[in-house]
């Protein structure tokens, strides 16, 4: 399984940004994925996932803002009213054998990242 990620990149406050996530060896229609994210010097963290339902989860600190969704083989994160808050390193993570949610052991596989700077 392979997890590439891109669309990451500087935005002002207040923008938008679609990430995009390609899932190789991986059936995205049937699996639980998500996406985390992790600033300098904190840790790791759930931001949003989707079932193999297609059902979402998100962060209290995106609710509203964020939405995840999939399609043709590639997870997607629309993140609009962007806050500086949630500049981070962005990674696209898939395979929990069990459940779906954002706990960061859940998962098997993950992506290199891709970078988000929200500027004030």
């Known amino acids: 399984v392979h997890l590439e990620e891109s669309g990451g990149e500087s935005v002002q406050a207040g923008g938008s940004l679609r990430l995009s996530c390609v899932a190789s060896?991986?059936?995205?229609?049937?699996?639980?994925m998500a996406w985390f994210r992790q600033a300098p010097g904190k840790e790791r963290e759930g931001v949003a996932s989707?079932?193999?339902?297609?059902r979402p989860t998100y962060a209290d600190s995106v609710k509203g803002r964020f939405a995840i969704f999939k399609d043709n083989g590639t997870l997607y994160l629309q993140m609009n009213e962007m806050k500086p808050e949630d500049t981070a390193m962005y990674y696209c993570?898939?395979?929990?054998?069990?459940?779906?949610?954002?706990?960061?052991?859940?998962?098997?596989?993950w992506g290199r990242g891709t970078q988000v700077t929200v500027s004030s």
């Open positions: 060896g991986y059936g995205t229609s049937g699996g639980c």
């Open positions: 993570a898939a395979g929990p054998e069990v459940g779906c949610g954002l706990g960061v052991p859940l998962y098997t596989y």
């Open positions: 989707s079932d193999s339902d297609d």
